[in-house]
């Protein structure tokens, strides 16, 4: 017998190992992060209850850091909630994005530098992480400062405050507690955007998308503006 709300067919896409598997970035404390082992909590994990809740399912996290990981293991998981990034369109279908987060740029070096544009200049590194949808929006927008990828943020934050690059990139939230860590470090004014966050799967599943677009748009959740 299928679960309340789902057909045989969207069974089959959505939960091929009996579970719902749930990608989520635990290196956006925002929304998702581990306070105990296997115990996680957040927005995402919010909404994965809310699954679990009105499918009748059960519901099982895999974390990633940082959330481009989520996109190099794509048969780890069966949906993922993931920042909404127009190079991510090609390999995901996404619901209407459910939550916000902003990223912005912080430094240690530069206390003349107040605003995020500011700091694409000649000479100017900046720590991003790869794969992050800011990471991505940086690379089309910023045309003088170089952007120096690395594989997860404690790494990017690492080089900033070791002086191998003038600014870090990242969540604003993250950076605040980095920040708070760091007295010397100073987050700019302004955010480099702001960054939807939705649930997402892996194009090529019809019944899957149909069903969960369908509970979306019946639990009343806002869907959060861009």
Known sequence: MSEPGLSEAARRELLPTGRLRLGVNVANAEMASERSPGTFEGKAIDLARRLEADWRIAVEIVPFA????????????????????????????????????????????????????DADADGVRIAVVRGAAYTAHLEHTFAHGELVAFDSP????????????????????????????????RLMEDDILRVPQALAIPLGRPHAQAVLEAWFQGTGIEAAAS
């Open 154 to 185: 404690k790494a990017a934050r690492a080089a900033m405050l070791s002086g191998d690059c003038q600014f870090v990139a990242g969540i604003r939230s993250t950076l605040k507690v980095f920040a708070h860590e760091h007295p010397d470090v």
């Open 66 to 117: 940082p959330g481009g990981a989520i996109l190099d293991d794509m048969a780890a998981w069966d949906a993922a909630i993931l920042a909404v990034e127009p190079s991510r369109l090609d390999r995901l279908h996404f619901l209407p994005a459910f939550a916000t987060v902003d990223a912005t740029l912080a430094t240690l070096t530069h206390p003349s530098i107040a605003r995020c544009g």
